[in-house]
């Protein structure tokens, strides 16, 4: 559990601090994108794409990263009715469907990366594979983060949060 923690806790920092970035980013170039349309009548056309590569990238490290500091919505109104083993039951399967997920997540992405790997996309001139890196690294840290949790579990450890 040490371990993990001691890898995991950076690893979704660093997710948060990129995902901020990438936040701060898409705000500038959607900014940018709309003073230059509607300010000067010249749109680039490169922005919408940016703008798509800078969501996705924000969208999926903050989730992997929810998923370490248990960031995401449940509803347990009903689990807390259950006896403790049967709580517990139904959190590691949770963490077990997460990691199924983040898996079958990784997986696809992965291949459709490989699979867009020699197609581009023309307003930026970079591979349409980019476009799945940012979920195939949220996919694998998932699982990283969700093995963590399970452990923490049955180990009646705690994951401190990774803004701390």
């Given at each position: 559990m040490d371990f993990l923690?001691?890898?995991n806790a950076p690893l979704a920092r660093w997710c948060l601090m990129l995902a901020c970035a990438c936040l701060a980013s898409l705000l500038s170039v959607v900014v940018y994108g709309v003073v230059l349309r509607y300010g000067f009548n010249d749109a680039p056309a490169y922005v919408e794409q940016l703008a798509l590569l800078l969501v996705i990238s924000v969208a999926m490290l903050g989730a992997a990263a929810g998923v370490r500091d248990a960031g995401h919505i449940g509803l347990d109104s009903l689990v807390r009715k259950?006896?403790?083993?049967?709580?517990?039951?139904c959190q590691l399967l949770v963490h077990a469907l997460v990691?199924?997920?983040a898996l079958a997540l990784l997986v696809?992405?992965?291949?459709?990366?490989?699979?867009t790997r020699n197609s581009t996309i023309?307003?930026?001139?970079?591979?349409?594979a980019f476009r799945y890196l940012p979920v195939i690294v949220a996919g694998a840290?998932?699982?990283?983060?969700?093995?963590?949790?399970?452990?923490?579990?049955?180990t009646a450890k705690e994951v401190h949060p990774s803004w701390n």
């Open positions: 923690s001691r890898v259950l006896s403790p083993r049967a709580q517990m039951a990691i199924v997920f696809g992405s992965a291949l459709m990366g490989i699979s023309p307003t930026l001139g970079i591979s349409e840290l998932i699982v990283l983060f969700s093995i963590e949790r399970a452990v923490a579990l049955l």
